[in-house]
């Protein structure tokens, strides 16, 4: 299966990079729908689509305003949004709201259970992060080994029941937008840096990691030519480390 990443940083887009969204094309599901989630039309191929929303901080539900043009080619496509409900509310009554976005969502806001089936037959499940607001993680499991975890935003969470949250995934993508040595802001913004999420892949013994959210100030020349964001350093710790970068896709 595969994972294509349509929008790799956070905050605010870059001139090469979208904000936080993920497709699995296969299955028709996406999780988050940052301004990278434009380019999800290019991708659709299914009669359905579901999103998971790890939370509703802009970056990450902006998209969802551009579903009309995502939907262009699939104009039948049936859309579900999936959510804790405080998030799924504050984007119903806020993002849509007359006077930010006058075009009501062609899509069905729905909080999320404890366990989803996949169309695939995949079964996938959350977890609660660290970040201001809240925000949930997502693993999805299949009978044939397949798996996969979205990690983003939160503070690297070094504990046993996140660390069996994760434990074994195929890949993982998660939140590093700083760089080590500002660990400390990244604590206090509710993210993660290289080496500890290393650290966390490390533990959990998962098969491969790409780095996600990251800061959109760094350029992919700082990021992949001179290692701003202390890549090296953090493989010591965990070898199958990389950086994601918009439109790459992953198999697992
Ligand atoms: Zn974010
Ligand atoms: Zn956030």
């Not at 500002?182 to 959990?204: C, D, I, M, N, Y």
Request: with cysteine; charged share 25%; hydrophobic share 40%.
């Amino acid at each position: 299966m595969k994972c294509i990443i349509l929008g790799s940083t956070g905050y605010h887009p870059s001139a090469s990079r979208q904000t936080a969204s993920y497709f699995l094309p296969e299955i028709g599901v996406a999780f988050d729908a940052g301004t990278g989630f434009y380019r999800l039309g290019d991708y659709l191929r299914t009669s359905r689509l579901d999103i998971f929303l790890t939370h509703a901080h802009l970056d990450h539900v902006a998209g969802l305003t551009y579903l009309s043009d995502v939907l262009r080619t699939r104009p039948d496509c049936e859309v579900s949004v999936y959510g804790e409900s405080d998030k799924l509310q504050a984007v119903e009554r806020h993002l849509f709201a007359e006077p930010l976005f006058p075009v009501a969502p062609n899509c069905r806001f729905i909080p999320i259970p404890e366990t989803i089936l996949l169309p695939s037959g995949g079964r996938l499940r959350w977890h609660p992060l660290r970040h201001r607001g809240g925000a949930i993680g997502f693993r999805a499991d299949w009978t044939d080994g397949r798996s996969f975890a979205y990690i983003s935003d939160t503070v690297a969470l070094d504990e046993p029941a996140f660390i069996d949250f994760i434990r074994g995934v195929k890949l993982l993508l998660h939140d590093a937008y700083f760089p080590d040595a500002f660990q400390e802001k990244a604590q206090r913004t509710g993210h993660s840096t290289p080496s500890q999420v290393a650290q966390l892949a490390q533990k959990a013994n998962v098969g491969r990691c790409v780095l996600i959210h990251t800061d959109p100030l760094l350029t992919d020349e700082a990021i992949y030519q001179r290692d701003a964001m202390g890549l090296e350093q953090a493989k010591r710790i965990f070898s199958a480390l990389e950086v994601g970068r918009d439109f790459q896709e992953l198999d697992f």
